[in-house]
């Protein structure tokens, strides 16, 4: 396994744990860090990516999502801060309105 | 002039009048069905007028009814064909003259007696029906129409256990229906009218009883290898033999005897239990000489069992409905042994005892009722020395009970003297009743005067003493006489001059034993 | 005289006692009283009618018939034959019943219900008559059954009486047992020969032997013989007058008369089974009739001895000797029993009908020979009669039976016939001293019975004496009738002579010894053994009974019920198993349908959950 195997499987487990976190956390908060890790395997496999071509496109996209990212947890925790604010719980559990009803 | 159809239809038009009076009218339905029955009575006279015993079967209707076609099935066809001949004849008589007393008889019925007397029109109706009807299928219609009314009459207007008696005779007669039905269907598909196509089958049972309007290879032909008539003709004879009443499928009657009201009674002693003597002599017999002659030993057998067992149950009875029900047991046990012998004497004598143990009966019931009208009890060991108070009763007691015994100068000896010879002969001459059941028959003549002795010497001998609570003990009434006389006038007219009946029953048992002899089924097997 | 004219006389006889009874039936009660004498008019024209026939038609034979059913190939006629047999029966018939009519003009004089007496004392008599006349075996049957039946209701005259009401019941019932198998008799001689006309039978073979048993075992009931006999001393419960008639002369009688009629068609075998049975018979009635203490029974028994005596007579072929005898028997035992029916009556009288004072306990009677004169001379000339006194016509007749057993050269039954002999004289003579010569046990004073029963009695008696002369010979009018040739050897005459004045001797020497109500072990076995059949009959009815209800019913209640519990099965099964597959499929369903529900959640996680997972499954399929 070279380095850059290795690199690529740090981000397969970095996205899994972050795919874990999101489907396991019982708080929103802790699930919206879930989906920044995820976003950032996705940087990890970008910038790799980019090392095995010429040219700046991996790296340049890779900016963009940060930058998308910071915009998406600021909107995020507004939601949940809103959503919290409405039923007074930030787990994500308890708001199950969409529930099919017997 | 339609006189059959005329003597069935005038009851089903006086019920349909009746059903018009509104019920609160009580007095007008039991002098409706007067009306109608004493019509029929007239139209009976008119009838005996145009018929001579000679010339068989007479007076008959025929009109298509049913005529459907199948289409591949072939073709449906019953007609609405009644007639009568010297076996059918005396029979009609008796139950318009039986009718006629009923009526008379049901005078004393206060509840409902709208119901009551439209369900007597129907009854009449298919009675006289069932006599006349040549058509199986019509035949079947009368016979079915029967049970219904008399369903209802037990059950609603009878003794204690009147649902029980009522539910047990219905099914138990239904269950004999239903045999008669199947081998119906089985004869209407394997006979065929001698001038019609193929497909084209017939309910007609003078067809039937002609071998050759078999169907060839038929269920019922009598070329195959017969097993099948000879299952046909046991649950045929069953069917018939159920309401005959024979042993062992005689239970029904005691308890719808009892429990049913007077009239009633009278009613299914005379009238019922002979459409069953008559279906086995017209429905049975004829179309299935083979399975008579093979299960001869087996009829006769039932007849003398009857005979017996039917005395012994009289002699032990308590009540006396029940006693005379068991006697009436034991007398068409003695019609059974008759039509068996397959002799000329023995089914005159066969047909002669029905008429007689007819007339007879219907006085026993009536007297048991004239009690049973004062007391409401029925309880033998109740009563002692009725005589004292009620002589002319007893005058009547004596001669219904002496002429059911077999006393001489009364219509039963005749016919027990017939049956027996009959019996007797059919030793020697076609070897189908084995001789030795005759002479244990005669035991239920001895069993017979015992049972009537006791009762007699329990009931109305002695002193005068009653153990219920009754009414005034008032000897007959002027109603009660006019029912009682014309039977005793009748029995006693047709023991001394049994002529009379026997010029109508002569023919018809000739032409009997004649189809049997065209047979070759007289010689010894 | 002519045919025509002999038959409408002999239909008079017939049809007269049928007025006589009709008008003791109709007649209202306050003109009650004119029943008995009507009655006894009309029967003594019959009486003197039927003496027309009977002389002017001597030894003629004839039959008058009409067809009276018919069917098929046979057919039976009812007709009247008129012969010197039936003639002569036919006129002792009537004079009997014409004296016992007369006799119940005093004996009934007090009672009620003398409608039904003399009614059926008139169709008693017609039915006798019918018997006698008839022409044909079955008709005769007919009227055997009939006599039956008007013998059951003049037992039980007296209805509220429970011993008579048994009584009757009791005749009836032994008797109607005899007629089963007298009928079929008659049936299996019809059958065998194919006819029942009397002349045609007499003349043809002998029928079999069955046939010809069953036909005597008839008359065995009938005429109160061994084994039958039990009912006859019972039958004294009915009032006097009806014993004499019907008890004494004339129904017992019909059996040995038609034995007369029917004699040509028994085989050897037959005929021996009746002589035993006749000797049998008399034998053991002698024996009753010493033992019994009560007048009429003692008659009762005599009555079945001497019946026994003439059956012997025609098992042997006597059969004018019995014939004769039996015309005899029915004057003087009649006049026997109207003489005991005056007795009766006048100690009626006398004791103002005490219920504890038994008038009819010989132990309580006595002198009476003074008190009642003209009866004690009625009575000891029937009494002679029976004995056997010469003189009279009961000697004639017995003389001819003797000579006939002599003939037969058998040393038992020649023995067995002197005991009868010496037996009867014996038993009469008791009755007579017991009764009238006795000084008298009680001290009633007792009235002779009033004319008109005393007229019978002594008219009874001057037939039972011989009167006529004829070629050297006495013969009584029955003898002369039937124009009957008697010749007794000399030592049968003087034998029987000695013999009687023996029993007569021995009887007075004995007359003073103290007599105590002994049981008759034979009556009382004959009682028992009918008491156990009747016990058997009834256990059997009753068993059949519980059969009935608990087995055929049952069985039927069985069929109905398994039919009520096949309903409950099936509808159980449709309820848990159609149903509940029906319901089970809802169940099933509804699981499924919460376990597909169940997806929907409301949880946000596992909605992404499944959506990646749907994701990466899609991949995997699209890249494999």
Known sequence: MTETDFLFYLGVLLFSCGLLIVFTK????????????????????????????????????????????????????????????????????????????? | MPYLSLLIFVPVLAALIALVIPTRYTRAFPWLTLAATVLQLFIFIAMATHFNPADGLQLSEKKSWISVSLSNWGHLQADYFVAVDGLSFPLVGLSVVIMLIATISSWSVSKSRKGYFILLLILNAAIIGSFCALDFLLFYVFFEFMLLPMFFLIGIWGGPKREYASIKFFLYTLLGSIFILIVMVGLYLSVQPPESSNQVHTF???????????????????????????????????????????????????????????????????????????????????????????????????????????????????????????SSVSHMGFVLLGIASATTEGIAGAVYQMVSHGIISAMLFLIAGVLYDRTNDRLIENYSGLALPMKHYTAFVLIAFFASLGLPGFSGFIGEVLIFFGAFQSHTLNNLVPFWMPLVATLGLLLGAGYYLWTIQRMFFGPFAIKTMHTELNDLTPREYSMLLPLAILAFLFGILPQLLLNYINPFAENFIGLWFSLGLNANP | MSESNTLYLLIATLLIPVASAGIAFVVKEKYGWLIPVVSSLLLLSAAVIILFPLLADGQQTETYATTWLSIGTTSVQVGILSSPVTRLMAAVVLVVSTMVHIFSIGYVVHEKNTDRYFGFLG??????????????????????????????????????????SRAATKAFLITKAGDVAFLIGLLLLWIQTGTLELPTLTTGATASTLAGIC??????????????????????????????????????????????????????????????????????????????????????????????????????????????????????????????????HSLHQATHHQPDFDVQDIRNLGGLRKQMPLTFAGFAVCAAALAGIPATTGYLSKEMILTTVHQQNLWWLEF?????????????????WFTFL?????????????????????????????????????????TQMLQLQISVPAWIMVGSVVVTSMALLVGWLRRNARIRQREFIIQNFLDEWNAQLILLTTFVARLANVFDRKWIDGSIHALAYSKVALAHMVGWADKNIVDGTVSGITHITRGLGGVARSVVNGKIQSYLLWAIAGLLIFIIWMLY
């Not at chain 3, 018997?131 to 003049?154: A, D, I, K, M, Q």
């Open chain 1, 26 to 102: 019982k708080n929103a908060l802790l699930v919206l860090m879930g989906i920044e890790l995820m976003l950032n395997a996705a940087n990890l496999n970008l910038v790799l990516f980019n090392k095995q071509q010429a040219g700046m496109d991996g790296q340049l996209f890779a900016l963009f999502v940060i930058l998308v990212a910071v915009c998406e947890a600021a909107v995020g925790i507004a939601i949940i801060l809103r959503v919290y604010h409405y039923y007074q719980s930030a787990v994500p559990d308890r708001i199950n309105n969409l529930k099919e009803h017997e």
């Open chain 3, 416 to 432: 067995a016939v002197w005991v009868i002999v010496f037996a009867t004289p014996l038993y009469i003579f008791r009755l007579l």
């Open chain 2, 204 to 326: 007609n049972v003078l067809h039937m009883q002609n071998q050759e309007n078999f169907i060839p290879g038929s269920v019922l032909d009598a070329t195959g290898s017969g097993t099948w008539r000879l299952w046909a003709f046991a649950i045929l004879f069953i069917g018939f033999a159920i309401k005959l009443p024979a042993v062992p499928f005689h239970t029904w009657l005691p308890d719808a005897h009892v429990e049913a009201p007077t009239a009633i009674s009278v009613i299914l002693a005379a009238l019922l239990l002979k459409i069953g003597g008559y279906g086995i002599l017209r429905f049975v017999y004829p179309v299935f000489p083979d399975g008579a002659v093979y299960f001869s030993d087996w009829v006769a057998g039932i007849g003398v069992v009857s005979i017996i067992y039917g005395a012994l149950n009289a002699l032990a009875s308590k009540d006396l409905k029940r006693l005379i029900a068991y």
């Open chain 3, 215 to 344: 036909i005597f075992i008839g008359v065995v009931g009938k005429s109160a013989q061994f084994p039958l006999f039990n009912w006859l001393p019972d039958a004294m419960q009915g009032p006097t007058p009806v014993s004499a008639l019907i008890h004494a002369a004339t129904m017992v009688a019909a059996g040995i008369f038609v034995l007369v009629q029917l004699a040509p068609v028994f085989t050897p075998e037959t005929l021996w089974l009746i002589t035993g049975v006749g000797v049998t018979s008399a034998l053991m009635a002698a024996v009753g009739a010493w033992l019994a203490t009560d007048i009429k029974k003692i008659l009762a028994y005599s009555t079945i001895s001497q019946l026994g005596f003439m059956l012997m007579a025609l098992g042997l072929g006597e059969i004018s000797g019995a014939f004769a005898h039996l015309l005899h028997h029915a004057f003087f035992k009649a006049g026997l029993f109207l003489s005991a029916g005056a007795i009766i």
């Open chain 3, 438 to 478: 006795k000084p008298a046990a009680h001290t009633l004073h007792i009235q002779e019975a009033p004319w008109v029963m005393r007229i019978p009695v002594l008219v009874l008696a001057a037939g039972s004496v011989t009167f006529l002369v004829y070629k050297g010979q006495l013969q009584s009018f029955a």
């Open chain 3, 123 to 164: 169709v008693f008599t017609f039915a006798m008559l019918g018997l006698v006349y008839s022409s044909n075996l079955l008709v005769t049957f007919c009227f055997w059954e009939l006599v039956g039946f008007c013998s059951y209701r003049l037992i039980a005259h007296k209805q509220y009486k429970p011993a008579a």
